[in-house]
C-alpha cells in the first residue's frame, strides 16, 4: 500500500526545537515518509486559528493524506486525542478540544477514533504530560500515514455527535443585504475574510462593478462605514483603493489594493466583528 503525506500543523513557531522533535519522532517511525509544514505560525492557543488552516488547506491535499495539528492549551488534561477522517478521505491527529470545528462543519466527518496511548504513544514518555504533539500525535500520525497501523487500529470509536466546536457566527440575508462575522485575516496582507459565502452574496443581487455599502461593528461600536466596488480581483481597482472579493475559499473578502485593511481601520476577527454588505440605491 503506498504511503501517505504527513502534514504538521501548530503554534509552536521555529525559534526552538519542538517543531524538529516531531519531525524527529515521525522520522524514526518511518524515514520514508513524506513531510510538509502546514503553518507554524498559528497563535499562541488559538484553537480557532487551527480549525480554520485546517479548512483552508486541506482538500487541496490527496485522500490519505495525514495531518497532524497541534494547538493545545489543555495539553495532560482531560480533553480527548483523537484521529478523525474527512469526507474526502483525509485524517487529522489532533486534540478534541475544537480543531474540528470548521472541518465538520463545512468540509464534513465520516468517522471519529479516541488514540488509544497504551499503544500509539510514544515509549517510554508516559510521565511525560506537556509534550502529546512529540510524544502521541506525531507519533500516531506517522504510524497512520506510514501504514504501520489502519485507521481502525487507533483506538474506539467517537461519536461524532460529541466532538468538541466552536461557536461560528451566523449569517443572515435581507432583501437588500446580507451579514455575517469577520472569520479570520488573510495575515500578511491585512485582508478581511468574512463568513459570508458567495453564493449567498450574490443572491442579494451584488454584481461585479456594484458599490456596495459596507458596515463594521465590533460589538456595537461602528469600526468602519464605506461603500466598496466589488470586483473579480484586484486589478479591478487602483493601488491604494479598497475591493471587495470572493477569496480563495469562496467567501467574501474586503481588502486594500497594495495595503492592508486590517491595519488601516483597526479591525479584528472573531464573532463579535460583524460585518453587513448593503445594496446602494444609485
Known sequence: MEKAILVFQSDFGLVDGAVSAMHGVANTVDNTIKIEDLTHDIPPYSIWEASYRLFQTIEYWPRGTVFVSVVDPGVGSSRRSVVAE???GQFIVTPDNGTLTHIKK????????????????REDTEHSYT??????????????????ITFSQVGSIVDLDLTVELEVGKVEKGDDF????????????GSLWTNIPRDVF????????????????????VAYN????????????YASEQIIYVN??????????????????????????????RKVDL
Open 86 to 88: 474527512t469526507i474526502g
Open 131 to 148: 509534550f502529546h504533539g512529540r510524544d502521541v500525535y506525531a507519533n500516531t500520525g506517522a504510524k497512520l500515514a506510514s501504514n504501520k
Open 106 to 121: 463545512y468540509v464534513g466527518l465520516r468517522e471519529l477514533r479516541e488514540i488509544d496511548e497504551t499503544k500509539h504513544r
Open 248 to 277: 480563495s475559499v469562496y467567501n467574501m473578502a474586503i481588502a486594500i489594493n497594495q495595503g492592508n485593511f486590517a491595519r488601516a481601520y483597526n479591525i479584528g476577527t472573531g464573532r463579535h466583528w460583524k460585518i453587513k454588505f
Open 202 to 221: 450574490t443572491g442579494v443581487g451584488f454584481e461585479h462593478g456594484d458599490r456596495v455599502e459596507v458596515s463594521i461593528l465590533s460589538g456595537s461600536t
Open 226 to 237: 464605506n461603500r466598496i466596488v466589488y470586483g473579480r480581483s484586484f486589478a479591478d481597482v
Open 178 to 189: 446580507v451579514k455575517g462575522t469577520i472569520d479570520i485575516l488573510d495575515i500578511r496582507f
